[in-house]
């Protein structure tokens, strides 16, 4: 894939991040007794884990307040197992991609690109990638468009844990990297990042403050030239340490794959996989 970020969010992430917005997959959690709301979103993506605390929860998910954590981790765990929650979600899931994906669900290319991905995942590594670890370690699905959620899933918490490494490198904290991955417009517009991952906007504009008196921000909140090369050296960093999938692999398997995920992608999103103004437009 060429290390490169865009080609992966524009090919394939859109077809795991779909079960955070799907309302079968909400629907699912909340009938294992999960409360509407946080709840699902933390339990469901840390459940893999194990009945973990909110401290490993924050830690391992990075850019989300651990206030806002806490108020739902591990209360969780009194409300539905792990193991309850991690069959709600596959199930939710399944349900997801079959009304999005309609008659396409059992269609060869859906196949095809999850033998490629499944295999794919083969070049992933363990050490120091606890969210990818704990999903390696769940078993695979038997449907091809389950296994090819799950090998999405697989691959976008490994390069996940490897920016996360990155942002700890390069002196950024979760709320400063998610205020800097806003700058970039390419993530989420602000409104929304805070409304998703719990900040306040008292807590936002102090980070927005601290981060100015670094010169990492301007005074409209842009990146300056010393930001965009700290975000430069992160992505580096984050794909020098994402390659091992697509090295495995190989160029012409992982093209195809590529081509197959974009023309997936491209039927979610047109299918309303994601609600209108939450994500900035590419620039």
Known sequence: MAGDE???????????????????????LTGTGLRPGRMPYFASRSAAMGAVGPEVVAATFYNFNPEVVARVIPRAWTLATPEQVLDARLDGVDKALTRLLGDHVKSDEVAEAAELAREATAGCTGEGRPLYAAHAGLAWPGEPHLVLWHAVTLIREHRGDGHIAALVLNGLSGLEALLTHVATGRGFVADAAKLTRGWSDEQWAAAEAGLKDRGILDAEGGLTDAGAAVRDRVEVATEAAARGPWEHLGPERTARLEELGRELSRRVVEAGAFPEGVFARRR
């Open 6 to 28: 865009k080609r992966f969010k524009a090919a394939f992430d859109s077809l795991h991040a779909l079960a955070y917005f799907a309302p079968e997959v909400d629907a699912a």
